[in-house]
């Protein structure tokens, strides 16, 4: 029988047998002895390259896709390296190892950020309360009552005050109101003196020049928030889900300057009585000037703390001042917008403002929505299911907390980019990793 052994293409030339012309990657060659003494070269057909396993790829990968860049890309521009496939395969198994790449990243943010639907639209209404996918927004906290989700919008324009041609102020006070008749948008207009104090009303008097609006397209009014039937419960009774008023230049090109001051108070304290100027100091305002561009200059509202989250109920206290405050306007807890007896005095704070300092005359177009959730026996029609989520909405209030110092280091980027990253970073304290690294501080300090 003929001695047989397999030589790899390489030795075939160092021993000088002839060969026939071969493709690289075609595997062995066996060269068999005849009975007759003459070497016969015959081609085999090559061995099945072994298939590695999901696990196996997965911790490999970035270590082939070097391995292939080095052996496509050698020193001298050449073939380098073990790998003899031809240059062809060589960009395709490249590709096929950066597409795996790609997939497993997506696969490591996709599960690093896991929220409920209702924590999503949570989130997206505090980013962009103005995307399609915020309508229906809902709170995912404890309890977990099926609600009402609505929201209501107001437009107008606001006008800076003063002389014709000399430089003035105007202003935008919000206090988010859930009634359809409840005034939570204050604002002036072409009779303002120009003052930089945002004062609502003196000696029991509208302030002259200034306009105060409520959210007409919200479906219930005070009354049905604040009356309490026979069974010490009102109608219906609200919260609010979040809040936002936008800015936009809509004045001459030749009066196109100044300054906007985008503000909302991280306690909720009321901001009337304050100066515009005023509205500088604090490290979360937003300022902007229509002189380098025409965006918009928003600022957003939401709940801070477990009372802003709940649902109000008027019965809770006596007073009826406060009541109007629980139940109409539960982000103004601190205090009214009004200052003394008369008008606005029962109308709740304004945690949010937008100043505006520029030339007399110059118009702002301002856009107002806030989205809410109604319970009771007035919203039993139009009840839809919700759910807890205690990691989303842990998840959703940090990003969202975060938000203020995050616009601050990128004043550029979108509210909604930001939102999207500061998510994608809260998700990470709650991951499993976080919470091992917690554990093995609290076994190192309880010893």
Known sequence: MASRRYIRQPNYQRMGVPLPCLCRGQGLQRIAMNKSGTK????VKAPKRRVQTRKTVNQVTIHKARRVKLALNGSNGEHTGDDDMPKKQRVKKVKRVAKRVVR??????????????????????????????????????????PSMKTHGYLRGTVTIGGTTGLPGYGWILVSPALANNAPCIFYTTTGYSGSPNMVTQTGGTQTAGTVSVSCANLPFNGSSLTTNSNNDRTFVQGRIVASSISVRYTGTELNRGGSVYCYCNSDHSNLGQLSVDNLGIYAETEISSPA?????????????NDAELAYGYSAQIDDGQHNQLNAIYPFSRLGFIGSQQGVNVNYGGAPMAIGLQGIAGTTYFFEYIIHAEYIGPGAQSMLTHNSVDFDGLAIVQTAASNLFEAKLSS?????????????VEASKIYGPAMRKAGAAMLKSSLK
């Open 40 to 43: 016969t070269t015959v081609r």
């Open 104 to 145: 497993k990243v997506k696969r490591v943010v996709q599960d690093g950020l896991q929220l409920s639907v209702c924590a999503a639209k949570y989130a997206i209404a505090i980013a962009d309360p103005w995307d399609k996918n915020a309508m229906g927004a809902c709170v995912p906290s404890f309890p977990s009552r």
């Open 292 to 304: 380098s561009n025409r965006n918009k200059c928003s600022v957003t509202c939401f709940a801070t």
């Open 411 to 423: 004043p550029m980027t979108p509210m909604p980019v930001l939102m999207k990253r500061e998510l």
